[in-house]
């Protein structure tokens, strides 16, 4: 009796899981693939469901972090929600050092699939030559973008990235501390030179810069470098590329004239050891009354100083009588790499990034003019001054968009400025080491 309760057991148990199991098995079906209205019902499709498509991370790496990232996350969560089969991992990083990074990624064959390059010459293009980008000339969405600012991403028919924006560099100031001394915009070297003595003397730090990294020198030279050596020598980038100019010689008075400034007591003390943000905060908390950058900053500015009234002006490195240039170009530019594995969805990325009303987000948190055809932008009131510069015809690209191994001298000028800080070296040898980095660039390519 008891084997035989024993063996009735284990039926019973064995009847109740396999019910169970069939029962769990019709429920998954049914949650799975319930049948829509006026589709066959569930019984005469037996077929397993589709798994859901697998979805595509897409890295983007750019120089754009801290409080210069504007709206890239904004506008990366847009492009995900209407393309939820793609997912945008975006790295960034300061500017003074992308440059080697995104150099090393491509000798490595590990860059990211998109990346965020600074236009010209010696930056998307000359990767692009070298068979690091895809061309874009052929997609239709390219004739979005103006043909003049399709000049500093292309060469030769071949497009090698989008240009995002057009952006001017300048000297911000605070207008309530100019007010107060009764400073009015400066229109040459002198001007503005006794207009940071005044400003010393109240009690304020005339300049706020950082330079951990050398890249707030870098755009001041950029600045100041226009009336100075363009002024004189307007096809200097031409001689430089065919190496018959030099940076000894065509650019002393340019790194005299930034430097002295240091030497008076002018700038941020100790400067190498302060980064950008840490300069731009100075600035926006009235510590500091001038800011010398891009206009891409006026948004990390307003939102550490909601109430700051600024404007900007183009750097008045010429001598009185002499007209101000302003410095104005592409400032960004989106590429793709040749070897990624997901083309399509960064084409799809570059493709969100063309339309204007995505470039009109970005071009506005960057304070960018928009290089969309018919397509003006919203400019704040704190550039009128700097564009009424740049509409009068007297403005200059970003230097190293012109210069054929300008990644080699930029980098050099940057590190070498740091030393110049430190009194380590000076001006004359700076513009040396840049001078024997480019000429070893030249025997590189």
């Not at 028919?157 to 107060?180: H, L, Q, R, S």
């Not at 990390?300 to 109430?307: L, Q």
């Not at 590429?335 to 071009?363: H, M, R």
Request: aromatic share 10%.
């Amino acid at each position: 009796m008891r084997r035989r309760g024993l063996g009735l057991l284990a039926m019973t148990m064995m009847l109740v899981l396999v019910l169970s199991a069939c029962g769990g098995k019709n429920n998954e079906t049914t949650e799975a693939s319930a049948p829509a209205s006026g589709t066959a019902p569930a019984s005469q499709s037996t077929e397993p469901s589709a798994s859901p498509a697998e979805v595509v991370e897409l890295k983007v790496t750019g120089y754009k972090s801290g409080t210069e990232l504007g709206a890239i996350p904004e506008l990366n969560e847009k492009f995900m929600k209407e393309n939820p089969g793609i997912k945008v991992k975006y790295e960034g990083m300061p500017g003074g050092q992308f440059k080697e990074f995104i150099k090393t990624r491509f000798a490595a064959g590990d860059a990211s699939d998109v990346i965020l390059m600074h236009p010209g010459l010696s930056d998307v293009i000359s990767y692009g030559k070298a068979g690091y980008l895809l061309d874009l000339a052929g997609e239709s969405w390219i004739s979005n973008f103006s043909e003049a600012s399709l000049k500093a991403t292309s060469l030769e028919g071949k497009t090698y990235a989008i240009p995002n924006d057009m952006n001017v560099m300048g000297v911000y100031y605070n207008k309530e501390i100019f007010e107060k001394l009764n400073l009015a915009t400066p229109k040459n070297w002198d001007e503005f030179v006794a207009a940071a003595e005044a400003i010393k003397q109240s009690g304020v730090l005339p300049i706020a810069i950082g330079n951990n990294d050398g890249w707030m020198t870098l755009a001041a030279l950029y600045t100041v470098a226009p009336s100075l050596v363009y002024g004189s020598t307007p096809d200097f980038d031409t001689k430089l590329n065919e190496g018959t100019a030099t940076f000894a010689g065509a650019w002393d008075d340019t790194v005299n004239k930034w430097f002295s400034l240091n030497d008076k007591g002018y700038l941020t003390e100790k400067s190498t050891g302060v980064n950008l943000d840490q300069a731009q905060k100075a600035f926006a908390t009235g510590k500091a009354a001038m800011y010398i950058d891009g206009s891409w900053s006026l948004a990390g500015i307003k939102k550490t100083n909601p109430d700051l009234k600024l404007g900007m002006f183009a750097m008045p490195s010429n001598a009185a009588g002499q007209d101000v240039v302003a410095s104005a170009a592409v400032g960004t530019t989106f590429a793709i790499n040749k070897d990624t594995k997901v083309a399509d969805a960064a084409k799809k990325y570059l493709e969100f990034w063309s339309q204007a009303d995505n470039q009109k987000v970005w071009a506005k948190s960057q304070q960018g003019f928009m290089t969309i055809n018919g397509e003006t932008g919203d400019i704040d009131e704190a550039f009128k001054e700097i564009a009424d510069v740049v509409a009068s015809g007297h403005s200059y690209p970003f230097l190293d968009q012109g210069w054929r191994y300008g990644g080699a001298a930029t980098t050099e000028m940057m590190t070498s400025a740091q030393g110049v800080y430190l009194k380590v070296i000076t001006p004359a040898v700076m513009l040396e080491n840049m001078d024997k980095a480019w000429a070893d660039a030249a025997r590189i390519k």
